[in-house]
């Protein structure tokens, strides 16, 4: 509060917003998926060991969309967040630091981040991370709708 003031407390907050389309994105592309490929959902009768991966492959693929889907205003909204230290600083906390280019960049605002990441590193900029963060929302999304998937026929049947 002292060094930066009330702004720094909201750094970030309006690619905050967007990313609260995220449940939106996956449940609508589950749901459009699991229409598209015939699967009806909850369907108790049905769920057997043949399809339990139809839920577990669609939950990771529609998680995933809404990933990379919202990929870029989360590139954004991290690095709105990101803390950038002064030469003092950094001798005064006895931090280690690395000399990139991308750690002297300072952003000013949602326009001016967008604006920076761009010129500097192109559209890959706004996708930085997005491999490692498929391969980890991928099967935890499918596990968490396989469990969906039979919580929901286990309810139908009552």
Known sequence: MRAEGIKSFYRGFVPSLFMSTYG???MYSYESLTHL???KSGNA???TWDNMLVPFVIGGTSRSLASVTL???NV???RLQMKNYSVDEVQQKNLNRTSNYKEKIEYSGMRDTIRKIYS???IPGFYKGITPS???IFPTSGIFFLSYEFAMSRLMRE
């Open 120 to 122: 500097h590193e192109g």
């Open 134 to 136: 498929v391969l980890k």
């Open 24 to 26: 939106v994105i996956q």
């Open 76 to 78: 954004v909204r991290m």
């Open 71 to 73: 990929m870029p205003i």
């Open 37 to 39: 490929f015939g699967y």
């Open 45 to 47: 009768k049905k769920m």
